[in-house]
């Protein structure tokens, strides 16, 4: 036995990381024109909904309640629950402009929250609670109501593990357990299962598409999707799973799995067995390409990792090469704005304006 010199490391994450470099993404988006980009898109999405447990969740009538309705100035918010797979509840506000007429269609916002926002609460702006207020003080989260203000019906879920759908474990009204999620004993519970908490929070936003799709005030070839981090998250996913979403918002949600997630995401709603092994996020947000796509982040972002933008620049480069197969470029844009870890509203109305109209 040879005798050990040198100072020892006990920890695994530099391990992980040497792993991670030696087995190359098998889904890497490597195409080189639009018929071979739909061939890996069809691959990937598919290798998706089996890691993720897509493929095995079972469709139930889109049964819904509307719970309460409150007269706001300018629009309307209406509270309700949807079943989005059987027993399965999830609990949303849709913000409708005023002024809507018998068969004036209006485009379709799908807005999901991030941490720490007290689930749709923050989005849709209920500030009479304090915690939520400083937390849309803190974070700009109330972009739900911004966007009904530009004159969009938006949709306000609450995903699973937060806001009204936290476990008993984080179940409670103190500011801790409202700002609080469920995520990670969720999803050990789910990838026992052969299922994962980002499986069921894009198959619950598809059956929230499913039931948008029945509103006959609602233009179903103008639906959208945006979010702020966890919520950039569900936008990003849900954008690259389901082509009825004609356009997509990720907010400070853009960087890789090694740089980033790694080493700083360690909220169980970001870990899907073998995800690593097949895709990084600029991979994800190819699948978009070639529907319009705003990613933006903040330049001091501590969640972009070690290396900051240029880390994120490096995936946006992956998602590009795939807008520039369709000559669309364009349909791609990067908004890197001075700030920390937080939405930000500056591209916001000219993006949906372009795109939604």
Same mark, same amino acid.
């Given at each position: 036995?040879?005798?050990?010199?040198?100072?020892?490391?006990?920890?695994?994450? /530099?391990?992980?990381?040497?792993?991670?470099?030696?087995?190359?993404?098998? &889904? /890497?988006?490597?195409?080189?024109?639009?018929?071979?980009?739909?061939?890996?898109?069809?691959?990937?999405?598919?290798?998706?909904?089996?890691?993720?447990?897509?493929?095995? @969740?079972?469709? %139930?009538?889109?049964?819904?309640?509307?719970?309460? +309705?409150?007269?706001?100035?300018?629009?309307?918010?209406?509270?309700?629950?949807?079943?989005?797979?059987?027993?399965?509840?999830?609990?949303? #506000? !849709?913000?409708?402009?005023?002024?809507?007429?018998?068969?004036?269609?209006?485009?379709? +916002?799908?807005?999901?929250?991030?941490?720490?926002? %007290?689930?749709?609460?923050?989005?849709?702006?209920?500030?009479?609670?304090?915690?939520?207020?400083? =937390?849309?003080?803190? #974070?700009?989260?109330? #972009?739900?109501?911004?966007? $009904?203000?530009?004159?969009?019906?938006?949709?306000?879920?609450?995903?699973?593990?937060?806001?009204?759908?936290?476990?008993? @474990?984080?179940?409670?009204?103190?500011?801790?357990?409202?700002? *609080? =999620?469920?995520?990670?004993?969720?999803?050990?519970?789910?990838? =026992?299962?052969?299922?994962?908490?980002?499986? !069921?929070?894009?198959?619950?936003?598809?059956?929230?598409?499913?039931?948008?799709?029945?509103?006959?005030?609602?233009?179903?070839?103008?639906?959208? %999707?945006?979010?702020?981090?966890?919520?950039?998250?569900? *936008?990003?996913?849900?954008?690259? @799973?389901?082509?009825?979403?004609?356009?997509? $918002?990720?907010?400070? &949600? @853009?960087?890789?799995?090694?740089?980033?997630?790694?080493?700083?995401?360690?909220?169980? %709603?970001?870990?899907?067995?073998?995800?690593?092994?097949?895709?990084?996020?600029?991979?994800?947000?190819?699948?978009?390409?070639?529907?319009?796509?705003?990613?933006q982040n903040g330049s001091d972002d501590p969640l972009n990792g070690e290396r900051?933008?240029?880390? +994120?620049?490096?995936?946006?480069?992956?998602?590009?090469? *795939?807008?520039?197969?369709?000559?669309?470029?364009?349909?791609?844009?990067? #908004? +890197?704005?001075?700030?920390?870890?937080?939405?930000?509203?500056?591209?916001?109305?000219?993006?949906?304006?372009?795109?939604?109209?």
């Amino acid at each position: 036995m040879s005798n050990i010199k040198g100072p020892l490391d006990y920890t695994t994450r /530099a391990h992980l990381k040497n792993f991670f470099d030696q087995n190359p993404r098998k &889904y /890497a988006f490597q195409a080189k024109d639009p018929k071979a980009f739909h061939a890996w898109k069809n691959e990937l999405r598919s290798a998706l909904r089996d890691i993720t447990g897509i493929s095995r @969740m079972e469709k %139930c009538e889109p049964v819904f309640r509307v719970l309460e +309705v409150t007269q706001l100035d300018g629009y309307q918010r209406k509270k309700t629950v949807l079943q989005t797979e059987k027993d399965v509840w999830m609990p949303f #506000y !849709m913000l409708i402009p005023d002024g809507i007429k018998e068969g004036d269609r209006r485009a379709a +916002v799908i807005a999901p929250h991030g941490h720490g926002c %007290c689930g749709k609460y923050g989005v849709a702006g209920i500030d009479d609670v304090p915690v939520v207020k400083r =937390s849309i003080e803190r #974070y700009q989260t109330d #972009y739900g109501v911004h966007l $009904v203000q530009l004159g969009y019906i938006v949709f306000c879920p609450d995903a699973r593990g937060s806001g009204e759908r936290r476990e008993w @474990m984080n179940q409670g009204d103190e500011d801790e357990k409202l700002l *609080s =999620s469920s995520c990670t004993q969720l999803n050990f519970a789910a990838i =026992s299962l052969g299922q994962s908490l980002t499986g !069921m929070w894009v198959w619950d936003l598809m059956r929230l598409v499913d039931y948008i799709e029945t509103l006959n005030i609602c233009d179903t070839e103008k639906i959208g %999707c945006c979010g702020f981090s966890g919520g950039g998250l569900q *936008s990003l996913w849900l954008a690259a @799973m389901d082509d009825r979403i004609k356009c997509a $918002v990720v907010g400070s &949600y @853009m960087h890789g799995f090694r740089e980033s997630i790694l080493k700083t995401h360690l909220c169980g %709603c970001n870990f899907v067995p073998h995800l690593w092994e097949y895709a990084d996020m600029g991979d994800l947000a190819a699948l978009i390409a070639p529907r319009p796509l705003l990613i933006q982040n903040g330049s001091d972002d501590p969640l972009n990792g070690e290396r900051g933008i240029e880390d +994120v620049n490096e995936q946006v480069e992956i998602t590009r090469q *795939s807008y520039k197969l369709f000559g669309e470029e364009s349909k791609l844009q990067q #908004y +890197v704005f001075p700030g920390g870890h937080q939405w930000n509203s500056d591209k916001i109305q000219e993006f949906f304006s372009r795109w939604l109209g």
